[in-house]
Structure formats: structure tokens, C-alpha cells
């Protein structure tokens, strides 16, 4: 079993429009939990951390749900901009390992 | 941008060439690491070094020697590589201690291997 999956999408949704991805862990001792995004041909960057409790960051929202393990991002009122890949990030218990998820490809369309 | 820079952001080499990578950090940043993505995998983690040491080896192959010779500066030297290492090679940054830390990208080097 890989240990961080994503479905690869692609999502195509029209601007505007809610979205939400999911994403699943192995590791059930994981700590650490982020969304990062990466644009064509261009880097990782970090979008945002991903709280217990959920966190909410504009129109992007993360939950984290331990016992299921796995975690998901909302993004409200889509915007062209927002078309990129998103990936999903566990970091162990311990270790300086990020382990990515293949990510989750988004193409909002005017 | 990021304060993390990569060169040559392209490179093409045939399969007995030597070459490097060079990654440069102005974070401040103490804890430094290599990344492969290939088409369809997830990032890979190579090597991690933390205050100019490596602390992880991720069964990379000997054909790919990471050297650290300071806490801004990472390269990663090539030798006698095969065509499925192309990839694109990314160094990351970020504080030590980087659990739960952000890590911080270049832009990485595309790599073609002939």
C-alpha cells in the first residue's frame, strides 16, 4: 500500500465552483500534515498546514481526520488561478521525511 | 521569490558524462535536501542534510554523490547515470528540527539522460 494517495484527477470544474480532495495515509503514527501546490513546471510550494481541529486559510479549508486517516481540501469559488496540482504531504513520527502524494491535478475553466 | 536557487535549471548528458548539481539557499535555513520527481511518481526523497550532515540516505544509488560543504550550499554530482534518471531534480530547504517546518523548493534542474 502506497503510504500517502491522492486521486490524480484531472478535476475540471468551471470557476466558481466548490472542490474538494481527498487524501489517504498508511502511517497511522504520522505527525505532521500539509497541502502544497505545484504549478506546471515549476516547484512545490507550500499552501497550507493541516490542523487536528481544521483550518481555513480564505476559500481554502483542510480537515484532518486521524481515525479514517485521511485528510481533504476545500476550495470555494474556484478561480482560474487555483489550476495547478495539488499535493498531499505526511511527515512521519520521525525523521525528516516528507512523503507526497502523486498529486491531484485541477483545472478550473472560465 | 523562493531563496532557494538551482543550476543549471537544464541539463542533457550522456550516460558516461560527470556532472553536478548545485542548490543555494539565502534562508538561513540549516537542514537541506534533494528531491527526484519523475513523470507520474510522487517526489522521492534522496538525501537530507542537517547542519552539513547527512542524516538520510534513501537507497539512492552510488551513481548519485550529494555533498554538502556548507549550510547554504548542496550539490549533487552525477556519474555514469542511466536514461530512467531523468527526472526533475529539486533541492529543498529548511530549519533543522523540520517537523512540521516548511520546506522550501528551488526550481529545480530538468535532467536528460541520453
Known amino acids: 500500500r502506497k503510504e500517502v494517495e491522492q486521486d490524480p484527477g484531472p478535476f475540471n470544474v468551471p470557476e466558481g465552483a466548490t472542490v474538494a480532495f481527498n487524501c489517504t495515509y498508511s502511517n497511522s503514527a504520522s505527525q505532521s500534515f500539509f497541502w502544497y501546490r505545484q504549478d506546471c513546471r515549476k516547484e512545490p510550494k507550500l499552501l497550507m498546514s493541516v490542523y487536528s481541529s481544521g483550518n481555513e486559510d480564505g476559500r481554502f479549508t483542510a480537515q484532518l481526520n486521524r481515525a479514517s486517516q485521511y485528510i481533504s481540501l476545500l476550495i470555494r469559488d474556484s478561480k482560474l488561478s487555483d489550476s495547478a496540482t495539488y499535493l498531499c504531504?505526511?511527515?512521519?513520527?520521525?525523521?525528516?521525511?516528507?512523503?507526497f502524494g502523486k498529486g491531484t491535478s485541477l483545472l478550473v475553466t472560465p | 521569490e523562493t531563496g532557494v536557487t538551482q543550476t543549471p535549471r537544464h541539463l542533457v548528458m550522456g550516460m558516461t558524462n560527470k556532472k553536478s548539481l548545485k542548490c543555494e539557499q539565502h534562508?538561513?535555513?540549516?537542514?537541506m535536501y534533494w528531491y527526484k520527481q519523475s513523470a507520474k511518481k510522487p517526489l522521492e526523497l534522496m538525501f537530507v542534510y542537517n547542519f552539513k550532515e547527512q542524516t538520510e540516505n534513501n537507497s539512492v544509488p552510488s551513481r548519485f554523490s550529494p555533498e554538502c560543504p556548507n549550510s547554504s550550499h548542496l550539490f549533487l554530482h552525477l556519474h555514469t547515470l542511466q536514461p530512467e534518471d531523468s527526472a526533475l531534480y529539486l533541492c529543498a530547504s529548511s530549519h533543522p528540527g523540520t517537523s512540521g517546518r516548511e520546506q522550501f523548493f528551488g526550481p529545480g534542474t530538468r535532467l536528460t539522460v541520453l
Open positions: 504531504v505526511v511527515i512521519p513520527d520521525s525523521g525528516y521525511a516528507l512523503n
Open positions: 534562508l538561513g535555513h540549516n537542514a
